[in-house]
């Protein structure tokens, strides 16, 4: 997996939106070390675009887009691969993907710590050292938790959980040679594992 060196050397500028948190955070970085940046407090499908129009980019001068696909908002995740989705079907040019929690594992530097955020039915998304992001019973969570800032929870936070600044911009300066990006030709949300569904057979109702 590239690095965001990698990708600055080989796509640049890039395009990096995440709308993971309560804040949608837009980024136009360029070969060299130029970087812009803008935010929005406003639902995701306003807010990307506020914030586009804030920086006088276009999503069509971009050479790559980076973007969150989660843990996080689903409806903000979903929102931002839809708009990249539509984009590369304008012009076709690489998207990638990265994780919310892995961003800030790299960002913090503090090896020993857990990065979670609520997966809901009593169970968190989890990211460490081992590079795996999984999915974790409550009951199964120990060591140094962090959670970072903006995230909903409807689990009870557990015992001695630290919160953390979720700042795109920060979290990516202070990432380094991460290998946390990931190419995909269908940018969407992140899920692990594919749904399934139980098929439902029609049947005639008859009396008992």
């Known amino acids: 997996m590239p690095t965001l060196r990698q990708l600055l050397a080989a796509h640049a500028p890039l395009l990096v939106i995440d709308a993971a948190s309560a804040k949608v955070q837009v980024g136009w970085l360029e070969r060299g070390g130029g970087t812009r940046w803008a ?33 996080g ?8 691969a839809m708009a990249i989705r539509t984009w590369t079907v304008l012009s076709p040019r690489p998207a990638f993907a990265y994780h919310s929690l892995a961003l800030v594992f ?11 955020a609520d997966a809901r039915r009593d169970s968190w998304h989890c990211f460490s050292a081992d590079g795996k992001l999984r999915r974790v019973a409550a009951a199964e969570l120990a060591g140094p938790l962090v959670m970072p800032e903006g995230f909903r929870h409807w689990t009870p936070a557990p015992p001695g959980l630290e919160s953390v600044p979720y700042q795109v911009e920060g979290l990516l300066a202070r990432s380094g040679d991460a290998e946390i990006f990931r190419e ?3 940018p969407d949300a ?17 009396a008992p």
Do not use: M, N
């Not at 406003?42 to 989660?70: H, I, N, R, T, Y």
């Open 184 to 186: 995909t030709a269908a």
């Open 73 to 80: 908002s689903i409806l903000g995740v979903r929102t931002v």
């Open 190 to 206: 992140f899920l692990h594992e594919e749904p399934s569904y139980v098929t439902w057979t029609p049947q005639v109702h008859r």
């Open 106 to 116: 790299a960002g913090l530097a503090r090896p020993t710590a857990k990065i979670i």
């Open 39 to 71: 935010a929005s407090q406003k639902e995701s499908g306003v807010g990307v675009f506020e914030s586009l129009q804030q920086l006088g980019v276009q999503p069509g001068d971009a050479g790559a887009f980076v973007f969150c696909d989660g843990p």
